[in-house]
């Protein structure tokens, strides 16, 4: 029986190519679809599961109620990392953090500038990031230590043993290395490549010892590990509290927990709530994963049940044989999976192929694991699945053709099915039109936040983070840079201008005490405006002309619109306990997301806080020379170092990194749905053309033009496409429109891009269609008649 089932399928398969083609090519492209879309699902969805303990690890953040909202973040106290262990029963450990940065790393003549943490002595205990060697409870005792992975230890030592090996940091401190670390997984929220420990910051950093027992200084990482998971409320209702019993009552401030399993899909608050973050990137992609592979099966049933009446004789002389319908359905079926199967081994092996390339758009290390029984699970589901779907349809349709009539001639077939086939070509275009809008939405989307005003000049600028050296010697730097004449101007600052390191509250004359805005702060020295080329609406910036500068504040556009003041020049600003006096009115300037509306900022003289340096290169076309005079001045102050540096236009262009994946990944996807969508368009089209030969060749011998013909054929195709487009236009708005909602600078949803998509899919629709009604119409009657 399975030999003759095998057969009857190979011989369906080999009789009708054309069909067999498109049907498989149609899954295969489908399930090569739902393959990559579900291994970057599946990556994103295990983020940080490799961590034994992700279930009972929590980072502790903040509510404050402020701005007439609940305001959240992440960055609290350094007092709550001692405070957090003997806080409540539930809690077992704490640790704390800093938020990454790069480190020199030096070993004889090896130099590295790798990115690392300072970490609490607990973090390995509760994260158990996996040691190759050393002791996860004592490896970060020792403040001279220093715990690296193992392509760190590889790129340092080579195949040396590392341990006990001293590495020097920064050229101001030896630590020794006691443990060597698994490199950190891709899907890993914290990625770094070494770990020091906490106390050995505290003993190169006055300001953090400052700060440990201060309440008020919101800029540390604190995590907590609980005994058992589900105490996660309870624990957080005895936390809530702590930092308004340790004197921060200036609003209503709590604690609350959020669990590791979120960090990476619920990162995003609103009002205090989580509200999402990659995982609405997680439900869109899993959603057009199904719809596409939805496509996929309904090209299958459509032209099966188109090729009903080739089969109905056979259908016929199997019942007259004996052959039940139970049987006759399971031989449908049976083909339906055993195409599915030949359409899955070809996906699986187009997906390899393609993998480096799509690796490369998401940035991941994405991989199929053959030896994973998880991949194997579903492989076999997909294949199920999809073979029941797309055959089971034609499989009770075709079996219940009674044989009398079928062998007779009289049954009329593919007329009864043909509402279903149309409905079925209206979801696909429908889906297929939507994609389109949505590439196109999300495409202006881009382009409207790229083109945004930025408020300075980015081209030609560059950041050098700041070194011991580099601000001991920062005056002779800028004066030798500014005489090589590569330079036009220099400055220093907090933070680079593509990012807000620091917000703080202020305070202006006739504010409401009920009001209470965060301001995002620059801390800088002189010549800030001139470097990054933002123009003074009032007032001056700083200037060494002025002794009492130091004293002084500049805030933007943003910020004088929110105070009202009406003279704001020489009005005296409220802050951290102090007075300021306005001297300045600079322009706005983007320096956090593009896509949110532009901050209120001040500007203030601490040289003391300084991180980057920024370099305003000459734009005299000598691009790679200047940056060679550039490199040897601070090689030549800051020689420990490496000359490492960052353009300023590639910083803020790495800012759309998720929603230009976005995009790529629409697109694609998109391109590929209008592919499936074509191949069955063509198989239905060719079919058909071929089911009514015979109805052509009488028009034709009546007198029929080609034209007339081509006609007849291609209206039935254009009605459904137009019937898709009505459907999938308020769809496509109202989905779009909702998903543009997240962003507080949006494009607008035009009207006439409804319009041109449903032209663009008709003229698809249409060159298919009349290539093969042309192709019918021009064929000679004789042949379609000479039966008759």
């Known amino acids: 029986m399975l030999k003759n089932f095998f057969l009857v399928t190979f011989r369906s398969l080999l009789k009708n190519k054309l069909y067999s083609f498109i049907n498989i090519s149609g899954l295969a492209v489908g399930l090569v679809c739902s393959v990559l879309i579900l291994l970057w699902v599946r990556d994103e969805l295990n983020y940080d599961r490799f961590i034994p303990k992700a279930d009972r690890l929590h980072q502790v953040w903040v509510n404050a109620e402020f701005d007439g909202k609940i305001n959240s973040w992440n960055s609290v106290p350094l007092p709550t990392y001692e405070a957090m262990k003997t806080a409540d029963s539930h809690i077992k450990n704490s640790t704390v953090l800093d938020w990454g940065s790069d480190h020199l790393l030096t070993f004889g003549e090896k130099r590295l500038i790798k990115e690392g943490y300072f970490c609490g002595e607990e973090f390995l205990e509760m994260f158990e990031f996996p040691l190759i060697k050393g002791d996860p409870e004592t490896v970060l005792d020792d403040m001279h230590s220093?715990?690296?992975?193992?392509?760190?230890?590889?790129?340092?030592?080579?195949?040396?043993?590392?341990?006990?090996?001293?590495i020097r940091v920064d050229d101001e401190g030896n630590l020794k290395v006691t443990g060597i670390l698994k490199d950190i997984p891709s899907n890993s929220t914290l990625e770094f490549d070494y770990l020091i420990p906490w106390k050995y910051r505290e003993s190169v950093n006055d300001w953090v010892v400052r700060n440990k027992t201060n309440w008020g200084n919101y800029s540390f990482q604190v995590f907590i590990e609980l005994y058992e998971a589900d105490s996660h409320l309870e624990t957080q209702a005895g936390i809530e509290n702590m930092l308004m019993e340790n004197g921060e009552e200036d609003m209503p401030r709590k604690f609350f927990l959020h669990p590791m399993p979120r960090w990476r899909l619920y990162s995003n608050f609103e009002n205090g709530e989580a509200v999402g973050g990659m995982s609405d990137y997680v439900q869109l992609f899993t959603i057009i994963a199904?719809?596409?592979?939805?496509?996929?099966?309904?090209?299958?049933m459509n032209?099966?049940?188109?090729?009903?009446?080739?089969?109905?004789r056979e259908v016929g002389i199997r019942k007259s044989l004996g052959s039940t319908k139970r049987g006759l359905i399971m031989q449908f079926i049976g083909e339906s999976l055993f195409i599915a199967l030949l359409s899955f081994l070809i996906a699986i092996v187009l997906a390899q192929l393609a993998l480096p390339f799509y690796n490369e758009l998401v940035d991941k290390k994405l991989f199929i694991d053959y030896q994973s029984p998880e991949f194997w699970m579903y492989g076999v589901a997909i294949i199920l699945i999809t073979g029941v779907i797309a055959g089971s349809y034609p499989a009770f349709y075709l079996s219940s053709f009674k044989p009398v009539n079928t062998l007779k001639g009289t049954v009329s077939v593919g007329k009864g099915v043909s509402t279903p086939r149309k409905i079925l070509v209206v979801l696909q275009f429908g889906f297929a039109i939507f994609l389109m809008i949505g590439t196109a939405v999300i495409y202006q989307q881009i382009q409207m936040v790229k083109s945004r005003e930025l408020g300075y000049e980015k081209k030609n600028l560059i950041t050098v983070y700041n070194t011991d050296d580099i601000a001991d010697n920062y005056e002779l730097i800028k004066q030798e840079l500014l005489r090589s004449g590569a330079v036009a101007s220099v400055t220093r600052s907090n933070s680079p201008i593509t990012s807000i390191w620091s917000n703080n509250f202020l305070g202006w004359p006739g504010k409401p005490d009920e009001l209470k805005v965060l301001f995002a702060t620059i801390a800088t020295e002189y010549d800030f405006t001139q470097t990054m080329g933002i123009k003074m609406l009032m007032g001056r910036d700083f200037s060494k002309e002025y002794a009492t500068d130091t004293g002084a504040i500049v805030i933007n556009k943003a910020a004088l619109d929110l105070m009202n003041l009406e003279e704001p020049i020489g009005t005296n600003l409220d802050l951290w306990g102090g007075k300021k006096k306005l001297i300045g009115v600079m322009d706005n300037v983007l320096m956090g997301s593009p896509y949110e509306e532009m901050r209120p900022t001040f500007m203030i003289i601490d040289p003391e806080w300084v991180s980057a340096i920024s370099v305003r290169i000459n734009d005299n076309g000598h691009l790679?020379?200047?940056l060679s005079k550039i490199e040897e001045v601070f090689q030549?102050?800051?020689?420990?170092?490496?000359?490492?540096y960052s353009f300023v236009d590639e910083d803020f262009d790495r800012k759309f990194k998720t929603i230009d994946m976005t995009s790529q990944l629409a697109?694609?996807?998109?391109?590929?749905?209008?592919?499936?969508?074509?191949?069955?368009?063509?198989?239905?089209?060719?079919?058909?053309?071929?089911?009514?030969?015979?109805?052509?060749?009488?028009?034709?011998?009546?007198?029929?033009?080609?034209?007339?013909?081509m006609m007849l054929m291609t209206k039935d195709f254009t009605k459904l496409v137009l019937v898709a487009f009505v459907l999938a236009v308020p769809f496509a708005w109202y989905l779009l429109d909702m998903y543009l909602d997240r962003y507080?600078?949006?494009?607008?949803i035009h009207w006439w891009l409804f319009p041109l998509v449903g032209v663009v899919a008709l003229a698809f629709a249409l060159m298919i269609v009349i290539?093969?009604?042309?192709?019918?119409?021009?064929?000679?009657?004789?042949?379609?008649?000479?039966?008759?």
């Open 771 to 788: 290539n093969q009604a042309r192709m019918a119409s021009l064929a000679n009657p004789v042949d379609s008649l000479k039966d008759e």
């Open 290 to 300: 199904i719809f596409i592979l939805v496509m996929a099966c309904i090209n299958f």
């Open 146 to 166: 220093i715990v690296i992975t193992e392509s760190l230890a590889k790129a340092m030592f080579g195949e040396e043993d590392p341990i006990n090996k001293v």
């Open 303 to 312: 032209l099966a049940t188109a090729r009903s009446e080739k089969r109905a």
């Open 636 to 644: 030549k102050y800051n020689p420990a170092y490496p000359f490492d």
């Open 744 to 748: 507080e600078i949006r494009t607008e």
């Open 624 to 626: 790679s020379d200047n």
């Open 667 to 709: 697109t694609l996807f998109a391109g590929l749905a209008v592919l499936i969508t074509g191949l069955g368009l063509f198989g239905l089209a060719s079919y058909t053309a071929e089911q009514r030969s015979k109805e052509i060749g009488i028009r034709k011998v009546l007198g029929a033009s080609v034209g007339s013909l």
